[in-house]
């Protein structure tokens, strides 16, 4: 694949469209996460309700990325984007003026997840605009908006400390408003946009077992990068915090450690996706799943070294990145003309994955036994599994879709 040939193709206003509106959603969904530490101190939280507390807006953004996904193949990204930007400042507000309670958080934390379903208009939005030879990196690079979270885990602790947290959803306010007034100016839908079906039609993606398997892996490589990028804040005061046995950090600089592994996650996404085009999602994917095995086994162990445990993290977070480029680097061959729909069903189980991991995975398992050691091993297990039945699905693929004389790379 050649980039520079790359630049004279697709839409490139919109494909940055499409990174700030993800950019900016990312950064906002994440919000309860990254201040996480905060409103635990100010209600109390057992474990188990703090992974719920920073899980719900995973949850929300699950449920709205399939309407949201056929909202854009029946109206057009653009303005999907517009309503789904405008959509999201109603739970700002809540945050910024109510949220005295905790179930108020977790109703305002839900509706957090209109953010997170911008997953499934800005990708179809890029998506449409590149052919197939392109489609890794053009998705990679509208898909690097996860970045966002980066931004929520680095400012959301020192604002949080400054102003409080109820404020810093205000704040969210202001970026979230410039972003949609560029998004109004530059966003163009393709002229690939599809005709409106009927609602029974979108629905048919269901049938396809195809449909099913992209939602299980990325289950495991989209839910395990917000899931953790949402819970690590957790995860890394209780082994290293302040009033841990063998830390000493700061919420602070706890939120610079979540930050440096949100980076390696969003920062890794495009060339994920490059690196799909050139050598094939399907391979290179086989050998991420890996690597994330091997990697969450080693977390397991709890080193008494907040770098060794800050380098498995970001390498995982890194390899969870490239793998949510790598696989829609393989969506978009397979269901082209169904993109938005699929994009937002895929999505929906990313985001499923991301509320199970904190919410009925490592939570409870804290709680349960006091210790992280076993969430992780049971992490790792799930990605080992997976990681099996990737390479027997991927088998089948080779013999009927994914043919060598398509031109693509799988």
Known sequence: ???????????????????????VSFMIWVLCGALSLYITKDFGLTDAQRATMVAIPTLG????????????????????????????????????????????????????????????????????????????????????????????????????????????????????TLVLIAFMLMAKDSPNQPEPKKLVDYLAAFKYADTWWFCLFYAITFGGFVGFSSYFSIFFFDVYGEESVQGGLTRVQIGYLVTITVIAGSMFRPIGGY??????????????????????????????????????????????????????????????????????????????????????????LKQATGSHVTGFIVVASIVLVVTLVFYAVTRSWRKSWASADSGVNF
Request: aromatic share 10%; glycine share 16%; charged share 5%.
């Open 1 to 23: 694949m050649d980039v520079k040939s790359f630049r004279k193709v697709g839409h490139f206003p919109s494909l940055v469209s499409a990174f700030l509106y993800f950019d």
């Open 275 to 364: 690196i799909a085009d050139r050598i094939g999602g399907m391979r290179f994917m086989l050998g991420l799943f890996a690597v994330i095995t091997v990697c969450a086994f080693g977390i397991s162990t709890m080193p008494s070294s907040f770098l060794v445990m800050l380098l498995l993290t970001s390498i995982m977070m890194a390899c969870l990145g490239m793998g949510n480029g790598s696989i829609f680097q393989i969506v978009p061959q397979r269901f082209s003309k169904e993109i938005g729909v699929v994009t937002g069903i895929v999505g929906a189980a990313g985001g499923l994955g991301g509320f199970l991991l904190p919410n009925n995975v490592l939570g409870p």
């Open 61 to 176: 953004g699950s449920l709205f990325r399939i309407p949201m996904g056929i909202l854009a193949d029946r109206i057009g990204s653009r303005k999907a984007g517009i309503i789904g930007m405008m959509l999201t400042i109603i739970p700002l507000l809540w945050g910024w003026l109510g949220g005295t309670t905790l179930n108020s958080v977790l109703a305002l934390g839900f509706l957090l997840g209109i953010a997170g379903a911008s997953f499934a208009v800005s990708l179809s939005l890029a998506s449409r605009w590149y052919p197939p030879q392109y489609q890794g990196l053009a998705m990679g690079i509208a898909g690097a908006g996860n970045s966002g979270t980066a931004l929520a885990t680095f400012f959301g602790p020192h604002l949080a400390n400054a102003y409080g947290w109820h404020n810093v959803f205000g704040l969210a306010i202001i970026p979230l």
